[in-house]
Each structure stands twice: as structure tokens, then as C-alpha cells.
């Protein structure tokens, strides 16, 4: 096993600390290997000034050199080999193979956006040429295009070790587009992080960008994380959390002086919705992915289907079955901490607890509290019930799930009408089915970033087209997506520049058009 130092990363150099701390395996409760350095709200500052100071020349660099830069931060996380998944492994209890597609995820999500920064289209470019001879005013020459906002502050989540974390989307879309990114790592998997960062911190010196390009801090989240939202040069926050540390952050970035935002994604049930056409004809295959789709990663993913929605009749009884069949048979398995599996321990004892809840099924399994280990549970209830109380529509992180049937089609839209703002939502339907079902599918496109049907939400392509987000408190503001290329949208902002001498344009909008560049001019879009 690699050897860890244990220091916070600030700015090229490596900071230590008479407080430290250590991480703890979920999978047997033991002490892992290291003594992590606890940042002080001194190091927040270092760390935050040397990413303002930095912003001018990292901004400055070309497309294709913050391209060589992400693309040599995927070689670095790649050359750390098994020590980073072994590593991995231990402090979350992720099985090896999960770990090995999320560490193929993060370098794909580091060469996508090298690919962005290459291309530049981003920038957005628009021009609308001078009219001096204009009655009965001439119009000036109009320029616009985005540009980076300046340092972004990254929390690294729990249940994506690698993907969410130092490395991943937030960070790889900040560093995209020029803007330096300094990270507060999450305490669960401290180890991870440090290899992480040391593969980052090696592409920063190899690449030869500015020592405040990155950063990474360990401390506690109400101590320094806070103290990250809150410095003046912070323009920006990307979180994956709970919507309790989610909220406090967004509410400390609104009381700045000058607020920023935060995108945060944070809570979500990703509601099913079974037409009866669908349960009538696969009953059983439905009953099968959903249990598979609930308990993947012991329920532990931001689209972990915890609500389903059916019709009440003869038909739904063989989809009761299938499901009850397949969580009796579900193994224990350890969740990420045992803070997590005390959590999910209480919101599953709340929901099964309320009045007017049954259990449909629990998993024979007998879980071992030494490793965090937890087992699957579905409830159910009657709408009537369901909208009588809103304890229901809490998100239970973990294994567990509720059927709530209704009267009627009619009554599934009711219901969909009542939830929060959801990450997903998905309709299981036959071609009749889908085929009456538009204004169910209205509904959830204002509730849901993303729409499935006859699939399951767990597992979000990494692509052009993905949204990841939506209504809160999914997210804090739907327009925008953590996954994808669209993701780095969060972090530019448009600039308008009139009348500007051709030297102190932007490459994205002089005359010549040296990036080749589809660009949008006088109306009409083209490469000119």
C-alpha cells in the first residue's frame, strides 16, 4: 500500500497540523493506516489566495493547454493503479469492481472535458457589428462571450469516492474553463482523496499551471467548509450532500456581501410510476429491476428509486410478489459509514413505523453492525395516506423503498402533483399506456431533471445530453446539470464587450476568427 503523508495540498506545497484525524473502515470497523492533517481557517485563506492570484494566468491559458493538463490528470489517476481502488476500498466498503468503473468514469470525465477545452465552444461567441449610418442612433460594435468566474470551491462526496470527489465532474468542468478549484475532502475516504490530489497536484507541475490552480483541505465541514463558502475570493461552490449541509451552505453563500452561488445537489426519491398496462404484461421483470435498482450500491445512489406509484387491482399483486421474493433474498452489505447506516437505520424505522404503513418485505439477511452493513426493506401505503402525511416523501438514503397505490390513472397524476423536485422520475407503460399518459408526463417534466421510461434511474451517462438536476431540493437550481458537458456552465459567465480594439478582444470573438469557431454574427451563425 502507498505510503500517505497526510498533509492538506495548498497550492503546490504540502501544510501538516498538530490536529489530525484518521478514517475508519466500514467493512470491519477497523483504523486505517494515516494521520490526516486538519485544515484551519488559516489554510482556507492561503489556499483561496493563491487560487485568486492564480486566476489571471490560469484563465489566460489556451484551450489545448488546460486540454494536456486534465487529460495528464486521467494518466496520473490511472498510474496510481490498485493502491487507489485497494485504498478505496477500504475506507467505503465499495466493492473493487464498482470502484474500477467509477475510476474509469473520472478519467472519462477528465478527457471529455479536455475535448471542451480544445473545442472552446463554450465560450459561446456573438457579434453584432458596428452600424454607424443607423437612424436615428448608430449601434456600437457588440461583442459577447463567456469567460471563467474565477476560484471554485469543490466538496467531495461520500458515495462517489472518485467521481463526485477530487477529481471529479466539479472539478474537471472548473478546470475546463480556467478557473482554479481548491476542494474540501470529505472525511469518509481521506486516503482516496490525498491520491487523488497528489495525481492533480502532479499534472499542475508537469503542465506547468499556476501553484493555486488546486488545492485540497481535510477538516471538518462546519469549520472550514463554511470558511471556504464564505472567503471573498470564492465565485462559486459545487456540493453533493444531504440537503441539511447543502442548505447551509447556500445559505451562508446568500449572506455574503456579495453572495455567490452554490450548486448543489442534495436530496431526491426519484418516484416510479407503473401503468397498469405495464404491470399487466411484466409484472415480474419490473418487480426484478426495480429491487436491483433500489439496492445497487446499498441503496447509497442520488437516483436510488425510493417511491412507486401503482394502480390498486388484481394485476399489482403478481408485482408485489416478484418484489417481495427478490428483497427477501437480498444480501446485507456495508454502507459507507456508520453514520450513514445509523441515519438510514432511522429514517427506515420512521417510514415503516408511520400509521397506516405495512410492510411488504424485508431481506432474510441478518445485518452485522461491526460492518456498517445494512438490509433492504420495501413498505407500502394507500395514497390517501401518502398525501395525509409528508414524512413519507422524506428521502430514506439507503436500501428502502415505498408502493403507494392509488384508485385510478387519474390519481397517479394527484400524486405526482404533490412531490418536491426530483433528480428523476420514470413511467413504466405499454405503448397504450404511454400513449394516454401525456399529462402524468407534463406533470414530471416539472418536477424531474430527467424523464425515463421502461428503464430505472440508477446509472447517469456521462454525455453531452445528460441533465443531472432539478427542482428543489434536488438540486439548488434546476437549470444546470452536475454530469455531462453541459456541467461547466455553472461555472462562466457572459461578458459583453463594446467597441473594443481588436488586440484586446478575446481570441473567441476578433475578426479573424483564430479558434475557428462556429460563432453567431449579425443573426447568422456560421465560422466567420
Known amino acids: 500500500m502507498t505510503q500517505l503523508h497526510g498533509h492538506n495540498f495548498l497550492a503546490g506545497g504540502l501544510q501538516g497540523s498538530e490536529k489530525t484525524f484518521t478514517a475508519v473502515s466500514p467493512c470491519d470497523g477497523s483504523q486505517l493506516a494515516g494521520a490526516f492533517a486538519m485544515a484551519s481557517t488559516a489554510d482556507v485563506d492561503a489556499a483561496l489566495t493563491a487560487a485568486a492570484a492564480a486566476s489571471g494566468p490560469f484563465a489566460a491559458t489556451s484551450g489545448e493547454q488546460r486540454a494536456v493538463f486534465l487529460e495528464r490528470i486521467a494518466e496520473e489517476i490511472e498510474a496510481l493503479g490498485d493502491a487507489l481502488l485497494e485504498r478505496a476500498h477500504q475506507e467505503t466498503a465499495l466493492p473493487l469492481a464498482r470502484l474500477t468503473g467509477e475510476r474509469g468514469r473520472t478519467v472519462g ?6 475535448s471542451m477545452a480544445r473545442d472552446a465552444s463554450w465560450t459561446d461567441p456573438r457579434i453584432d457589428r458596428a452600424m454607424p449610418d443607423r437612424q436615428p442612433l448608430p449601434r456600437p460594435d457588440l461583442r459577447r462571450a463567456k469567460r471563467p468566474v474565477g476560484p471554485v470551491v469543490v466538496f467531495g462526496s461520500s458515495n462517489f469516492p472518485l467521481a463526485f470527489s477530487v477529481a471529479g465532474g466539479d472539478t474537471a468542468s472548473a478546470l475546463c474553463t480556467g478557473n482554479p478549484v481548491v476542494v474540501k475532502a470529505h472525511r469518509a475516504h481521506p486516503g482516496t482523496s490525498e491520491l487523488v490530489a497528489s495525481a492533480i497536484a502532479k499534472a499542475v507541475e508537469a503542465c506547468g499551471m499556476p501553484a493555486g490552480t488546486f488545492s485540497m483541505l481535510h477538516g471538518q465541514g462546519s469549520v472550514i467548509g463554511l470558511a471556504l463558502v464564505k472567503h471573498p475570493a470564492t465565485q462559486a461552490v459545487g456540493f453533493t450532500g444531504s440537503r441539511a449541509a447543502g442548505r447551509a451552505l447556500c445559505d451562508a453563500a446568500a449572506g455574503r456581501p456579495d453572495p455567490i452561488p452554490v450548486f448543489a445537489e442534495m436530496s431526491s426519491i426519484n418516484p416510479v410510476f407503473l401503468l397498469p398496462g405495464a404491470v399487466a404484461e411484466r409484472a415480474e421483470t419490473i418487480a426484478q429491476g426495480f ?3 433500489m439496492t445497487l450500491g446499498v441503496g447509497q445512489f442520488c437516483t436510488k ?27 446485507a452489505a456495508s454502507m459507507l459509514t456508520a453514520d450513514i447506516r445509523d441515519s438510514f437505520a432511522a429514517g427506515r424505522d420512521t417510514l415503516v413505523g408511520l400509521d ?11 445485518a452485522d ?41 387519474d390519481e397517479l397524476a394527484k400524486a405526482a402533483d404533490a412531490l418536491e423536485g426530483q433528480l428523476t422520475a420514470t413511467l413504466h407503460g405499454t405503448e397504450g399506456d404511454l400513449a394516454a399518459a401525456g399529462s402524468l408526463v407534463e406533470i414530471l417534466a ?8 421502461n428503464g430505472f434511474p440508477t446509472g447517469v451517462e456521462v454525455c453531452h445530453a445528460m441533465q443531472h438536476g432539478g427542482p428543489w431540493p434536488a438540486t439548488s437550481d434546476s437549470r444546470f446539470t452536475s454530469v455531462g458537458s453541459a456541467a461547466l456552465e455553472r461555472f462562466i459567465r457572459p461578458v459583453c464587450y463594446q467597441d473594443l480594439p481588436e488586440a484586446l478582444l478575446p481570441d473567441a470573438l476578433k475578426d479573424a476568427n483564430p479558434l475557428g469557431l462556429e460563432r453567431l454574427v449579425n443573426g447568422v451563425r456560421g465560422q466567420h
Open 109 to 114: 470525465q477528465l478527457r471529455l472535458f479536455a
Open 291 to 293: 429491487v436491483a435498482s
Open 305 to 331: 428509486p425510493g417511491l412507486v406509484f401503482a394502480v390498486e387491482g388484481s394485476e399489482l399483486e403478481a408485482f408485489r410478489q416478484a418484489v417481495a421474493k427478490a428483497v427477501t433474498a437480498a444480501p
Open 356 to 366: 397506516g404503513t405495512a410492510t411488504l418485505a424485508t431481506a432474510e439477511a441478518t
Open 369 to 409: 453492525t461491526g460492518k456498517t452493513e445494512a438490509t433492504a426493506v420495501v413498505a407500502q401505503t394507500d395514497l390517501a395516506t401518502f398525501l395525509a402525511d409528508p414524512r413519507y416523501a422524506e428521502e430514506v438514503f439507503g436500501p428502502a423503498s415505498l408502493l403507494v397505490t392509488a384508485g385510478s390513472v
Open 446 to 453: 416539472t418536477k424531474a431533471g430527467r424523464l425515463i421510461v
